[in-house]
């Protein structure tokens, strides 16, 4: 097995997570893993049949489909305990019974439980309730970037990877092909931010719920609602059926309002930590 950085990893990464993705019916990697290895800010451990990706003493990992049950796994998690130093936090995306092996064979301890959820799309979704003088609009690009990094960085200040985007992370963002700015709802009062849904439309998958987030200044309010109301409205209106979306699983006011628009649980994502 062999390991690699920047370019190399990134020739053979995106293959191998479009593979598992069609196995799984999840992804391995996440976006940010994704946009860390192109632009040589993450490691990738490994080679085309199984690979990590490694930033900041977190990886996440993947066996290629055609290549389980040959050991591959193991060697790749003992690779990275013998290469790094420190905790080592690991992902199990979709929280396979191979994942739950390992992490016994290693002594892994689940510390963080990230749900997957899905809903119907209803073909004509309840319009969101807004006060006066509240509004919806679509994201604009070079001119709405300031406002909802401040709003993203306080509604996710207590969260790992979502509260910490810069400016570089939006335009990587913006740049991929899912992107359209008019999937980037926003929720304005006169001049302020309120809150946002972030869409992200993927072909052949759900219409994905990829952010919502709401000012901690305007708490109990019911923005949330009306802002994914909005968010299925657009769905709609792109012709999704399916809307997915991730959640912590120890979020319970998130929970609450996803179940109530008819949100169930489709996957489990699943943080390991190795403390040594």
Do not use: I
Request: charged share 25%.
């Amino acid at each position: 097995m062999t390991g690699s950085t920047d370019s190399t990893g990134a020739s053979f990464v995106p293959v191998l997570a479009r593979a598992a993705t069609e196995a799984d019916g999840s992804p391995p990697f996440s976006d940010q893993s994704l946009v860390d290895v192109r632009s040589g800010v993450a490691t990738v451990v490994g080679d085309p049949h199984a690979a990590a990706v490694l930033r900041d003493g977190e990886a996440e990992l993947v066996v290629h489909p055609d290549d389980r049950r040959q050991g591959r796994g193991a060697e790749l998690v003992q690779r990275l305990v013998d290469e790094t130093r420190g905790p080592l936090l690991l992902w199990a995306h979709g929280d396979h019974p191979g994942s739950r092996v390992l992490a016994a064979r290693f002594g892994l301890v689940e510390t963080r439980r990230l749900l997957q959820q899905r809903a119907p799309v209803a073909t004509e979704p309840r319009a969101p309730r807004l006060r006066d003088g509240d509004r919806v609009a679509s994201f604009r690009p070079g001119v709405d970037d300031r406002a909802w990094l401040d709003l993203n960085s306080r509604a996710f200040a207590d969260h790992p990877e979502q509260g910490s985007l810069a400016q570089s992370d939006l335009d990587a963002r913006r740049a991929e092909p899912w992107f359209d700015a008019d999937d980037f709802v926003l929720l304005w009062r006169d001049d302020e931010l309120l809150a946002f849904c972030w869409l992200k439309l993927d072909e052949g998958q759900p219409g994905e719920f990829y952010a919502v987030g709401v000012s901690p200044d305007h708490q109990g309010e019911g923005l949330g609602g009306a802002v994914v109301d909005a968010g299925f409205a657009r769905l709609a209106e792109r012709g999704a059926r399916t809307a997915a979306l991730y959640v912590e699983g120890d979020n319970t006011a998130a929970l609450r309002l996803y179940a109530a628009r008819g949100f169930t649980d489709h996957a489990v994502d699943v943080q390991y930590t190795l403390s040594r």
